[in-house]
């Protein structure tokens, strides 16, 4: 992959370098030293990804992050020196559409292939998303919906979704009368605390999602590991590791899937800005049994992937830009 780093200290661009060369398949193509050389550099030269740092001359890699996705949209990795000790803007940054952190690797011993794995590590699953869409089983065959317990809002949101999840969430009333279940492309690094983030957003409860949860109204619950969240039979929630070799972890379609197998009440999928095609496949079976459907529309979204894909597939009963689809909501949960 061709790659751009974005950091203004020669000793972090270096070892990103060398962490890059041992990988013959990808290549630097630029090096920017800020947030507003990077901009420029994504427009003149577009790379595969972009390694992003957060504190930088100009403006920052928050910033940086939300002006790429506007002018000239592609992947982009928060490679930071602290992943930890900046996580709230590590969270602001994937709202802006970035996919992911990692820590910089460093020179400060000769183990530089050990202190590089990370690195590489999140290279290759952005790499796997970009090359290699998954699509999931065809949609189930229509089945009757059991109408009466509270319904359930199934949310999957890849680039950009933290900020669209929390448009969302920040405009329901602390009685919405639904249970809500958000499968996010993140690392289990972060859920915890993105989680925490949300629920400073929301009049509503958000935590993660803990295996075994059943989802009830007025509760926003997060995907909260590598694995894949799903509902089991007994309309609770679980994770499994299966299938291993979807890029998209977690993945939306598995809980889209198991939504329409095993919930028992009704439900509406939503599917917002994101990377790829998690996710379409799954809203579109959920349209196929009965579901209410909506994907966000492209002038809202950060990274029109997800939602294209669904619109494509005719998956989504109603297209809506973010600002309306926590309307959207409570009218169909009051109906």
Known sequence: MNIGIVNDLPLAVEAMRRAIALRPEHRVLWVATDGAQAVDFCIAQPPDVVLMDLIMPKFDGVEATRRIMARAPCAILVVTSSVGANAWRVYEAMAAGALDAVDTPTLADNRLSDASQPLLAKIDQIGNLLEKPILAPAPRPSAVVSRGSAPLVAIGASAGGPGALAAIL??????????????????????????????????????????????????????????????????????????????????????????????????????????????????????????????????????????????????????????????????????
């Open 170 to 335: 920040g405009k329901l009333p602390a009685d919405f009368g639904a249970a809500i279940v958000m499968v996010q492309h993140v690392d289990k690094a972060f859920a915890e605390g993105m989680a925490q983030w949300l629920d400073g957003q929301t009049e509503l409860t958000v935590r993660v999602a803990a295996s075994g949860d059943t989802p009830k109204a007025g509760e926003a619950l997060l995907a909260a590991t590598n694995d894949h969240l799903y509902m089991t039979r007994t309309s609770s929630l679980d994770y499994t590791p299966e299938p291993a070799d979807t890029p998209y972890r977690p993945s939306v379609d598995v809980f889209f899937h198991s939504v329409v197998e095993h919930w028992r009440g009704d439900a509406i999928g939503v599917l917002l800005t994101g990377m790829g095609r998690d996710g379409a496949i799954g809203l579109k079976a959920m349209r196929a049994k009965g579901y209410r459907t909506i994907a966000q529309d492209e002038a809202s979204s950060a990274v029109y992937g997800m939602p294209k894909a669904a619109a494509a597939l005719d998956a989504a009963r109603r297209i809506l830009p973010l600002s309306s689809i926590a309307a959207e909501l409570m009218a169909n949960v009051k109906q």
